[in-house]
């Protein structure tokens, strides 16, 4: 979500410096709450798909998505977690 808000702000104010931050917690703290752990799969799948996609609708700025990291997202996918996947 962070990546995406600063390639949004990029594109669209590209002119200005942009700081994103978000609380410093780790992994297990952000998926502690299971019963909002598959929801947040949910949109992370769907948040990463829309960094490749927006930047080449020119809504965002583009930005390196390493290939383990797009092949975990089809992975996903695969396994169900496309609520957010823009078809």
Known sequence: M???????FCA??????C??????ISFDE?????????????VLVGDL????VYAKLGFQI?????????????QLVELGYHKYVIE
């Not at 798909?49 to 490749?52: A, D, N």
């Open 19 to 24: 700081c994103v931050t978000s609380p410093n």
């Open 62 to 74: 583009e930005q390196e998505i390493p290939k383990k990291v797009w092949d975990a997202y089809e």
């Open 12 to 17: 669209n104010i590209p002119n200005k410096k």
């Open 2 to 8: 962070e990546r995406r808000a600063y390639a949004a």
């Open 49 to 52: 798909q829309r960094i490749k």
């Open 30 to 42: 952000y998926f502690s709450d299971k019963s909002l752990a598959e929801e947040n799969i949910h």
